[in-house]
């Protein structure tokens, strides 16, 4: 048997879609983007979101909308994808590493303290794998210490912390659609909040800083019958980026928007099996402690042989992963590395297993076992 670390849950539904929109003949953003937006704000329960053509993106403009002094720094968790970081880089702002905390591996609240000062201006707190940060906490500490809050929300689209999704408990919240997320658009990425104003200028940003979109003059040329003037005319404030999503992305995360619950639930059914399965294993620990009450984008388990696990499953045909280096073992972030002490010491002994929505329980019995039947 051959098991994938992921696969994104693809299909008729979205053949169907895509083909809508070559017949539309309209692949740039457009109508699915608009329609994407407001089914995505809908389902987070918030006034208005931008849809961009990535979670790198996302984090790239949620932290560049507050217009930070240049020099000022970021707070990031030490173990996390590079763009969480590469936010601060990409605004002229220093990243400060936060230590992680070796029951989640998310960031360590009481290392946020101890590395917090009068020149940190913002934090990213990602919920890693898609076990939620304590957010009531966080809130309540950075509030106080009058500093914005940017989810990363990549790893838990559909996720929940206390009831209320993730993505809207700090001022901005951003995800992404990358093709091994919990939804999946190829490419693309979310930006979400509650304060509709941030949201507008942010709109903007993404879309090269013209402050209407063609479609938007199409649309208002259509119903308000305005003067063909109104097609082309528009104005550039400021310097934007192209990073507007597409009408081809569009039209399949709004597909996968309606089947994401379903796709979120077989994943805690997955990951309940894997619970189960390795309760009584004197080699492996549990990566993170596992809720049942929100989706999970990474299995995990942690073992101080990880090297001979990874090679015993490769060998049978499961392919793992390992999440992550920290970021600062990284030559970019190297000058880093010493702030760091617990993702040092731990981050060699975790390893990831397959998980996506369509695994069979063959597939999760054949990676239960072979686990079970490894010796190092
Ligand atoms: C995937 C990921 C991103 C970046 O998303 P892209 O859509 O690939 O640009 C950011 N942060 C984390 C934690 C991620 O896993």
């Not at 809130?139 to 689209?157: E, L």
């Not at 559909?158 to 992404?176: P, T």
């Not at 509709?196 to 063609?214: C, D, F, W, Y």
Request: aromatic share 10%.
């Amino acid at each position: 048997m051959q098991i994938r670390l992921v696969k994104p849950c693809v299909g008729e539904e979205e053949l169907t879609a895509l083909k809508d929109v070559i017949e539309r003949a309209w692949l740039g953003k457009g109508p699915k983007v608009a329609e994407f937006e407001a089914a995505w704000s809908d389902f987070l329960s918030c006034p208005s979101s931008v849809a961009v053509n990535s979670g790198t993106a996302a984090l790239h403009l949620a932290i560049q909308v507050f217009q930070f002094p240049i020099g000022k720094k970021v707070l990031v968790p030490a173990m996390t994808f590079v763009s969480t970081a590469n936010a601060a880089l990409y605004n002229r702002l220093e990243p400060v590493f936060v230590d992680v905390d070796e029951d989640t591996l998310s960031i360590d609240l009481e290392d946020l303290d101890r590395k917090c000062d009068p020149d940190c201006v913002a934090v990213i707190p990602v919920h890693f794998g898609g076990h939620p940060v304590k957010m009531d906490e966080l809130m309540t500490w950075a509030r106080d210490k009058n500093i914005k809050v940017v989810s990363d929300c990549a790893h838990c689209a559909g996720g929940s912390y206390k009831s209320k999704k993730l993505g809207l408990w700090g001022d901005i919240g951003c995800f992404s659609f990358e093709e091994k997320k919990l939804l999946v658009t190829g490419d693309g990425g979310m930006i979400s909040s509650n304060d509709p104003e941030l949201i507008q200028s942010l709109r903007v940003k993404a879309q090269t800083g013209m402050n209407s979109h063609t479609w938007d003059r199409a649309v208002q040329a259509e119903i308000q019958d305005y003067p063909d003037a109104y097609h082309w005319y528009y104005e550039v404030h400021e310097l934007g980026f192209k990073y507007n999503m597409n009408d081809i992305a569009a039209a399949i995360g709004l597909v996968q928007l309606k089947k994401l619950e379903r796709m979120n639930l077989s994943r805690s059914r997955i990951v309940k099996k894997y619970l189960q399965g390795f309760q009584n294993s004197p080699l492996v620990r549990l990566g993170m402690p596992y809720r049942d009450d929100t989706p999970y984008y990474l299995f995990m388990l942690r073992t101080s042989h990880r090297d001979s696990l990874i090679e015993h499953l490769t060998r049978m045909g499961v392919s793992t992963g390992v999440h992550t280096m920290p970021l600062p073992w990284h030559p970019l972030y190297s000058e880093h590395k010493k702030d760091i002490p617990t993702a040092n010491r731990i981050w060699q002994e975790y390893v990831t297993l397959p998980l996506f929505p369509e695994m069979t329980d063959e597939q999760i019995q054949y990676v239960i076992d072979n686990v079970m039947e490894w010796k190092p």
